[in-house]
């Protein structure tokens, strides 16, 4: 089935390293997403991965992937008041002639100054 | 800036009547695709289009729901007989053929009084 899971909240100081985690449970997904969504707006695309790969660095985010147990986490370094947001994760779900995205429910990441 | 653009960004009914949204995607992005989020979840997909052939529709679309694609370029999103729980954003993006990015617009919010 098409589950994706996220724990809800995360609060860090700004100029500490935050980690979202993020499960998900098709074996045959290939890409898997991180968006970002500020108050009120649409999402935007921060960074993904494919599946034969275990980790990709993007200036401060690095994603890690953990195909055996379907585990992929979100890492952003010095986070500023900025990146306060909500952050889905998403696999992207073949069937047919779609290649829809499954997003998880969002973590809500909050930067203390 | 030439993104996915969405038209309402915010929109207020009263129950039964018909709403009618509109998504034009990035410029020769050939597949687009609408979502729904209430609040506090992640995005769910609802249809998909490649050029303007209609591919895959979700349960989700009731009856009530038509999407159009009729030149492959801008799409519309109708709900007929609107119900309070039709009230969400809904969100279109777009992306290229052979291209794994799917690019979202700002959204339109739709509240059902």
């Known amino acids: 089935g098409e589950d994706v899971e996220q724990s809800l909240f995360l609060s860090v100081r700004e100029g500490d390293s935050s980690v979202i985690n993020c499960t998900y449970t098709d074996s045959s997904s290939t890409y898997l997403y991180w968006y970002k969504q500020e108050p009120g707006a649409g999402l935007q695309l921060l960074t993904y991965i494919f599946s034969n790969m275990d980790m990709k660095q993007d200036q401060r985010l690095t994603v890690l992937l953990n195909k055996k147990d379907k585990h992929l986490s979100l890492r952003i370094a010095d986070t500023q008041t900025g990146d306060s947001a909500i952050y889905f994760c998403a696999e992207m779900w073949y069937g047919g002639a779609t290649n829809k995205l499954i997003f998880g429910t969002g973590t809500l990441l909050a930067v203390q100054p | 800036d030439t993104g996915v653009s969405q038209d309402p960004r915010h929109k207020i009914t009263k129950r039964g009547q018909n709403v009618t949204f509109r998504c034009d995607p990035i410029?020769?992005?050939?597949?687009l695709y609408w979502y729904r989020q209430t609040l506090g979840q992640g995005p769910e997909f609802l249809t998909y289009f490649q050029n303007e052939a209609q591919l895959e529709k979700s349960r989700l679309l009731s009856d009530r729901f038509s999407a159009e694609r009729p030149k492959g370029s801008f799409s519309t999103l109708e709900i007929q007989r609107t119900e309070q729980g039709d009230s969400a954003m809904y969100l279109c993006?777009?992306?290229?053929?052979?291209?794994?990015?799917?690019?979202f617009g700002p959204g339109t919010r739709l509240t059902v009084t």
């Open positions: 993006a777009s992306s290229l053929e052979g291209s794994y990015e799917q690019y």
């Open positions: 410029s020769e992005h050939n597949r």
